[in-house]
């Protein structure tokens, strides 16, 4: 039942040789109705790039989806948990393949998602979670320093030297 409740939104999305829809729809439990489509596809600003192939929703996006750009595949991954509503989420390293244009576009997209969920978003990226209420930093599996983001900063910590370091 926990695991019913949580989305994954990775830095690999898994995707399949079938459709944009059956892509979307994949591990929900109920039909989607066209309308969440299109509006999941809207805040993961996406639909924009459906509605310019050919077959729309029923372009088959290749094994793996090879027809889709790495920018794309995330907002596919985004998009198909918008549809899947969970109330936890995980992001891991969901902006770490992107150039910095196409993770702001990313971003827009995963700061929508995030709203009144619970979010659990690892990064490398620090800009990925400079709107979180809490950060946890881990170095070696041990935890080494927590707060927000203005807290770890004023501290002058670890986490302060990899912000100036991103910078």
Known sequence: SL????????????LFHDSLRANLAYG??????????????????????????????ETRIGDRGVKLSGGEKQRLSIARTLLKNSEILILDE??????SQTERVI??????????????VIAHRL??????????VIENGQLIEQGSLQELLDRKNGFWTYWQAQK
């Open 3 to 14: 695991r019913s409740k949580i989305s994954l939104v990775s830095q690999d999305t898994w």
């Open 28 to 57: 929900l439990d109920a039909p989607v109705y066209e309308e969440k489509i299109i509006q999941a596809l809207q805040q993961a600003e996406l639909y924009d790039m459906v509605t310019h192939l050919p077959e729309r929703l």
């Open 94 to 99: 969901a902006t770490s393949s992107l150039d």
């Open 107 to 120: 971003q827009r997209s995963i700061d929508k998602l995030i709203q009144d969920k619970t979010s659990i």
């Open 127 to 136: 800009s990925t979670i400079q709107r979180a209420n809490k950060i946890l």
